[in-house]
């Protein structure tokens, strides 16, 4: 912890009798207290040269990152969930939808950029989370690659979930009339898992973004570059 943020919360804690400081720091209650104001109470015990007792261990689940190690992992997890969701996508698109595909390839011949899209646009989204992946692998100190990594995973299982909506306008473009229900007719179970997993890793990467940059405005000062202690 810097030692701006341990004066300000010095404040919240400073009129506290050693006795009861002990006790929070004790029973590490971190859905009362957060991490850095527990250690802010270990090290105001440690400025008046009182005893600081042993700390219980915390059983629950705290959103904030304590560590550089932490932050390492994220980061790395973040490759490992691109890769795998980017694999997944293009084997998918390549079995899962291919009799598909070569029936309207053979029906309309010279494809629309709307159909394009539609035949195409899982199998490219599969490779950008691909790509992604590699980029962190070659960047694993940055942590925009959690912000980054986290909007490409949402937009990628929105497009699994939403996409069959793109076959209305693309089949219009043709003279062939679909309704909603037509255009989900043959939509995939693994399909839709695939899609809402990808929404849920992504929105984690987007929070793990925002507790990182958290983590990084409260240890500035230590906090040198994520790829050192691996």
């Known amino acids: 912890m810097n030692q701006k943020l341990f004066e300000e919360l010095r404040v919240k804690f400073d009129y506290m009798p050693d006795e009861e400081l002990q006790a929070i720091w004790r029973e590490n209650d971190r859905g009362v207290y957060s991490v850095n104001e527990l250690e802010a109470v270990r090290q105001i015990l440690r400025v008046r040269q009182a005893e600081v007792p042993e700390q219980a261990v915390f059983e629950g689940s705290s959103d904030e990152v304590t560590s550089v190690d932490e932050v390492n992992g994220l980061l790395r ?31 309309f011949g010279e494809l629309k950029p709307l159909m394009v899209v539609m035949l195409y646009g899982q199998a490219v989204l599969g490779g950008m989370l691909i790509f992604m992946g590699l980029l962190c692998l070659l960047q694993r100190d940055n942590v925009m690659i959690l912000l980054f990594s986290g909007m490409v995973l949402v937009f990628s299982g929105l497009w699994n979930l939403f996409s069959n909506l793109l076959a209305i306008p693309a089949f219009a473009e043709y003279g062939v009339v679909l309704t909603f229900f037509k255009a989900y007719d043959d939509f995939k179970y693994v399909l839709f898992v695939l899609g809402v997993l990808e929404v849920r890793w992504g929105y984690n990467q987007l929070r793990d973004f925002f507790r990182v940059r958290k983590f990084e405005r409260e240890n500035s000062s230590s906090v040198r570059g994520f790829n050192s202690p691996r």
Do not use: D, K
């Open 77 to 107: 997890g973040a490759m490992v969930f691109l890769a795998v969701f980017g694999v997944l996508n293009v084997v998918y698109w390549y079995f899962g939808g291919g009799t598909e595909r070569a029936l309207v390839v053979s029906r």
